[in-house]
C-alpha cells in the first residue's frame, strides 16, 4: 500500500478533473476535489469516500480564500496541489478580442497562479500538477489564445519550479486530445464570439470557423480516454522524483518535438495541413 497523500484538484465537475479525483480516490488517497455546483459536489462525494467537494472558482480570489479556510480546517497537511481547471477560448485572432484572450488567461494562466500563491504555504516539499496541453507546443492556429495560455503557464511555473525555496516540485502534463466537454463548450463559445463580429471580419473568416469546428468535433471524437491522464497523474502522484513534463498520447509527443523546428519549416507544415500551400 502506498503512502496516503493528500490531494487538492480545481475543476473536478467533468471530464479530466472527475476522473482523476475518482482514480487518486480509489487507490486510497484522500482528494478535495473542486467545484462550483452543488450539484457536482453531491455527484462526486458519492463516487467515493475519500473525496471531498471543495467550492472554488478559481478566477475569484475570494472562493480561493474560502476553499482555502475550509481545507485547513479539514486537513493539516497537503502534498499534491493540481491546477486542472480549463477552458478554451478559440477563434482567428482578428476575430477575437484582447478581452477574450485576457478571459481565457483569467482561467488557464492566473488562476493557477492565484492557487500557488494562497496554497505554498501549505505545500511545503510536495507537488504542483499543471494540466497543460500539447497546444503548449504553440504551433496551432485558430485555437492561439488557449496555446498561449498554456505555454504562459508552463513557462512561469517552470520558473517557479528552479526558484522556490520550498522543495515543491512542478511538473507539466500535457494531453493530446482528450475526448471530454471541453470541445463542445469551446465550440459553441467560439460561435458566440464570432457573431458578436463585425460582417467584414465575419465573411474574412467564416470558412476558417467551419473548419475548425469541423476539426474540434472530428478530434474529439477520436479522442483519447481520460482514464489515461488519470493513470498518467497517479503515477506521478505516488512517484518521488516524477520529471517535470509528461505528454499523454503520440501527437503530444509529436507536437512538442515539432515545435522545436524553425518557425518557417511548422508553418509550411500547418499550411500545407490546412490546404494552403
Ligand atoms: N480535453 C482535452 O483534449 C484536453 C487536452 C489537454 C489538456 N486539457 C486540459 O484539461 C483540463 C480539464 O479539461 P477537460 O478536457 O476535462 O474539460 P471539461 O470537462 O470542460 O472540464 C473543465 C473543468 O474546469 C472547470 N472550470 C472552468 N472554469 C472554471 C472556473 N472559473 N473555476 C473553477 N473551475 C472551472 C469546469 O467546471 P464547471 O463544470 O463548473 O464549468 C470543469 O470542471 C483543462 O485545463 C484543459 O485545458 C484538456
Same mark, same amino acid.
Given at each position: ?205 467564416? *470558412?476558417? %470557423?467551419?473548419?475548425? +469546428? $469541423? @476539426? ?10 481520460? &482514464?489515461?491522464? #488519470?493513470? *498518467?497523474? %497517479?503515477?506521478?502522484? +505516488? $512517484? @518521488? ?10 501527437? &503530444?509527443?509529436? #507536437? ?22
Amino acid at each position: 500500500m502506498k503512502k496516503q497523500q493528500t490531494i487538492l484538484i480545481t475543476g473536478a465537475s467533468s471530464g479530466i478533473g472527475r476522473q482523476i479525483a475518482k482514480t487518486l480516490a480509489e487507490n486510497g488517497h484522500k482528494v478535495f476535489a473542486g467545484v462550483r455546483k452543488k450539484s457536482d459536489k453531491i455527484q462526486l462525494e458519492k463516487l467515493n469516500k475519500n473525496i471531498t467537494g471543495v467550492y472554488i472558482d478559481v478566477t475569484k480570489s475570494s472562493s480561493i480564500d474560502k476553499a482555502f479556510w475550509f481545507i485547513i480546517k479539514n486537513t493539516d497537511k497537503l502534498d499534491v496541489l493540481i491546477n486542472n481547471a480549463g477552458i478554451a477560448v478559440a477563434g482567428p485572432v482578428e476575430g477575437l478580442t484582447a478581452e477574450n484572450i485576457k478571459e481565457q488567461f483569467e482561467v488557464n494562466t492566473f488562476a493557477p497562479l492565484r492557487m500557488l500563491y494562497k496554497f505554498l504555504p501549505m505545500l511545503h516539499g510536495g507537488k504542483i500538477i499543471n494540466m497543460s496541453s500539447m497546444a503548449s507546443s504553440g504551433i496551432f492556429p485558430y485555437i492561439s489564445p488557449y496555446c498561449a495560455s498554456k505555454r504562459s503557464m508552463d513557462i512561469l511555473f517552470n520558473a517557479f519550479a528552479l526558484e522556490n525555496k520550498d522543495r515543491v516540485k512542478v511538473i507539466s502534463v500535457k494531453p493530446a486530445v482528450i475526448k471530454t466537454p471541453i470541445w463542445n463548450k469551446s465550440v459553441k463559445h467560439a460561435r458566440e464570439l464570432f457573431e458578436k463580429q463585425n460582417e467584414t471580419v465575419r465573411e474574412k473568416y467564416i *470558412k476558417d %470557423l467551419l473548419l475548425m +469546428e $469541423k @476539426n474540434a468535433l472530428e478530434s474529439n471524437n477520436s479522442g483519447i480516454d481520460v &482514464s489515461k491522464v #488519470a493513470l *498518467k497523474v %497517479l503515477h506521478i502522484v +505516488e $512517484k @518521488n522524483n516524477p520529471k517535470p513534463s509528461y505528454c499523454v498520447g503520440i501527437k &503530444s509527443n509529436l #507536437a512538442m518535438m515539432l515545435s522545436a523546428f524553425p518557425q518557417g519549416f511548422i508553418n509550411k507544415l500547418i499550411k500545407f495541413k490546412l490546404g494552403r500551400l
